[in-house]
Structure formats: C-alpha cells, structure tokens
C-alpha cells in the first residue's frame, strides 16, 4: 500500500485547504490527524464501494472526504478551519479485516502539515 499526501500549508482561520493523496484504490481510505502532544485522531473516512463516509465530530459540517476512483485520488476538502485544526494530515488504509467504523488504520503515508493562524 503506497500513500503520498500533499496539499497542506498554512491557513487563516475560516479559511479551506484541499489535501490530495495517491492511493492503490483501496476500498476503504481515510484520514488521521495527530497534533503535538495529543492522540491520533481519525478526521474522515470512506468507502469507495457505495460512496458512503464517516467524520468525526469535530470535523463533522466543515470537512468533505471524496475519491475519483479513475485515477485513484482522495482528497480531503477542510473548510472553516480552526486553529485546532493545526495537526499532520496523514491518508490511511484501514488495518487488514477492519472497515471505516473502526478507525484503526494499518497503513499510512508521510502525512502532510497543516498550520491554522488565528
């Protein structure tokens, strides 16, 4: 499994960012985010096989989770960003065996940063 994200960078908050990433087609993919000190937290998660998508409460209304399944792209779209926000995006792959509900992601890419200034 081969993860790249791109798309992060620094952001006012309110603003949006797009954060993309080239997967293998996997059928479920999501994304995790980690701050400095704190957990891993899953931010978004999908699946390819009926479209249907999950978030956490946090991100819930601001953040959109979508693929194009031709040329095996996902991408988060992070609107009305927050200054909690500020974390490393990674793309992820659910653990072998486990869907999108569970949130226990097995493999990821580098991750990529995103800063929100206030």
């Known amino acids: 499994v081969q993860l790249v994200e791109s798309g992060g960078g620094l952001v006012q908050v309110g603003g949006s960012l797009r954060l993309s990433c080239a997967d293998s087609g996997s059928i479920f993919i999501g994304w995790f985010r980690q701050a400095p000190g704190k957990d891993r937290e899953g931010v978004a998660c999908m699946s390819r096989g009926d479209s249907s998508s999950i978030y956490a409460d946090s991100v819930r209304g601001r953040f959109i989770i979508s693929s194009n399944r031709e040329n095996n792209m996902v991408y988060l779209q992070m609107n009305n960003l927050k200054s909690e926000d500020t974390a490393v995006y990674y793309c992820?792959?659910?653990?072998?065996?486990?869907?999108?509900?569970?949130?226990?992601?097995?493999?990821w890419g580098k991750g990529t940063q995103v800063t929100v200034s206030s």
């Open positions: 992820a792959v659910p653990q072998p065996g486990a869907a999108c509900g569970s949130w226990r992601f097995g493999f």
